[in-house]
Every structure is written in structure tokens, then in C-alpha cells.
């Protein structure tokens, strides 16, 4: 199918994704989702924030999730990020269930696998970004000079190899942001997921992080999800995963993906 979007100056192919698992040779996908639900209630209220989503994910893509407020973004991510555990359905992540993980469990892989970034940086405003950064291997038998070694290298990584003493308040927004990226780097995971990385930046700032998502995906092969509102940024991933009501209404591939760098239009937004 083909979707123009409102921009002026480019029309972005989109193939949907097949529903079964795509043959991509002999390697299973990393992430297998099927018929995932995520039931809330709160007295009275029943709030069915997933209902019945199926999808994979194969090692090494960058893809993004887009959908209305309250459509289930964030819940799928919790459930793909191993935070929460879904009602019912199936998630299996590199041939494990995870579904049927306890908490120890799921911290265990979390730590090993996963990195968060998030609108807010949540940074600790008092530290270095270094220290920021060495947080989650605090707790590893790793040396102290190995840590600081590995998180120098993952604010290289991010660009900011040239503010690694300063604290967050002598940072910009996009800076901040990069510390939170080279902080969820720094245990080397498989899987990025990025919950609205750009929603609190302003839309240049936006641009230049989404293209450091798109090098340390080509460069280092990171798995990137990342949930956005914005059609501009969703653009510059290879798929495009689209939620209402808890569910999966597209799953597209991006034929074109645009580079880091092109010029926003002006209508931009879905
Ligand atoms: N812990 C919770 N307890 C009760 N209801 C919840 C909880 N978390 C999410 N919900 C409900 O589930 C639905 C999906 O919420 P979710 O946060 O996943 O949406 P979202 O797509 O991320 O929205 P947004 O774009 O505003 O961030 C909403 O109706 C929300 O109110
Ligand atoms: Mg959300």
C-alpha cells in the first residue's frame, strides 16, 4: 500500500508485515508476541488496554509504535521491556517465555537486555552525566574502573564525550536526553525501547536524536522500539506498528525510511 502522508515534499511507501512469522533464514525472531492482552480494573472499571496484539520482532530492527493517547503504547512496551507481565497471550523473547516469569526473573532480564529511555530524562540532578551513567552497573561484580570505562565509552557513543563531568542542569535538553540514551547503552542490551524519546524536545533537537537512534542501530545493530506521536520521526524507522484500542489496526514496512537530517515539513503531525 501506498500512504501519502501531509508532507510536502516526499511519499512514504509502506508495506504491511505479514502477519505470520516473515522467513528471514534459520534464526527464530527475537521477540514473539501472540494475541497479547493487558486487563486493568479499578473497581468498577475495566479497562481492556491490550486486546489480543500479535507481532515479531526480529533482531536488529528499528521500528516504531504510533496511536492515540490511551491506546496501549506504553502498556506494550511495559509488557516488551519485561516491567509488567500481560492478562493473557504469549511473549517470547529469545525463545524464553516470558509470560511466566516471576519478578526476580524479569529484573534478571531486564538488566541483561533491556535499556529504557523515556520522555523524561530522569536523570539525578546532582551527579555527573558519567555518574548517571554508571548507575545501573552499580550493583555488578564489574571493577569501578571497568564501569567508568564502559560508561565513558557509552557517552562516546552518544556524542558527549566532551561533558561527561557536567551535571544535567549544565546540559541541554537533547544532551540530557543522550545521557539517558548512553545510561540505558551502558549494560550493552539487545533491545532499546524508547517510550515518546523525543516528546519533550523541541522538534530540531527531535530530529538529531532520532538520528542517533538511526546510527546505533546501522553502526552497533541495536534493536530500537521506540513509541512516538510524531509521523515525522515514525518515519525515519523501517516499520511502523500502529495501535488503537489495544490493538494492532497496521504493521507497515518503510521502503524509504528518511535520513536523520531531512528538512521537517510543515504539516507534520498525525
Ligand atoms: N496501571 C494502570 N492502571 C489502570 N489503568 C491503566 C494503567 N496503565 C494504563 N492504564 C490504562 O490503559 C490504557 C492504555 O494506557 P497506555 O498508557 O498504555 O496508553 P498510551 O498509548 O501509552 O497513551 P499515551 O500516548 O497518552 O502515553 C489507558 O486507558 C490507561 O488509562
Ligand atoms: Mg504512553
Known amino acids: 500500500m501506498n500512504i501519502s502522508l501531509p508532507f510536502t515534499h516526499t511519499t512514504i511507501a509502506e508495506q504491511p508485515v505479514s502477519q505470520n512469522t516473515p522467513d528471514m533464514g534459520t534464526d527464530k525472531p527475537m521477540i514473539v508476541i501472540h494475541n497479547l492482552t493487558k486487563v486493568f480494573t479499578m473497581g468498577d472499571n475495566v479497562v481492556h488496554a491490550l486486546d489480543g496484539a500479535s507481532f515479531n520482532i526480529e533482531k536488529g530492527e528499528l521500528l516504531a509504535i504510533m496511536g492515540p493517547s490511551g491506546s496501549g503504547k506504553s502498556t506494550l512496551m511495559s509488557i516488551v521491556g519485561c516491567l509488567d507481565v500481560p492478562t493473557s497471550g504469549s511473549y517470547i523473547l529469545d525463545d524464553s517465555p516470558v509470560e511466566k516469569m516471576n519478578d526476580n526473573q524479569l529484573a534478571d532480564i531486564r538488566s541483561r537486555k533491556i535499556g529504557f529511555v523515556f520522555q523524561q530524562f530522569n536523570l539525578l540532578s546532582r551527579t555527573s552525566a558519567l555518574e548517571n551513567v554508571m548507575l545501573p552497573l552499580t550493583y555488578t561484580n564489574q571493577s569501578g574502573r571497568i564501569n567508568r570505562e564502559k560508561s565513558m565509552q557509552a557517552l562516546e557513543m552518544v556524542g558527549l564525550k566532551e561533558r561527561v563531568y557536567h551535571h544535567p542542569n549544565e546540559l541541554s535538553g537533547g544532551q540530557q536526553q543522550r545521557v539517558a540514551i548512553a545510561r540505558a547503552l551502558v549494560n550493552n542490551p539487545s533491545i532499546l525501547i524508547a517510550d515518546e524519546p523525543t ?10 536524536i532520532m538520528g542517533l537512534f538511526q546510527n546505533l542501530h546501522e553502526e552497533f545493530g541495536q534493536t530500537i522500539i521506540m513509541v512516538t506521536h510524531d509521523a515525522f520521526i515514525a518515519h525515519h524507522t523501517d516499520r511502523i506498528i500502529r495501535l488503537a484500542d489495544g490493538r494492532i489496526i497496521s504493521d507497515s514496512l518503510n521502503a524509504n525510511p ?13
Open 199 to 208: 516528546g519533550a524536545l523541541d522538534s530540531k533537537t527531535g530530529a538529531e
Open 258 to 270: 528518511l535520513k536523520a537530517g531531512t528538512l521537517r515539513p510543515d504539516a507534520e503531525n498525525n
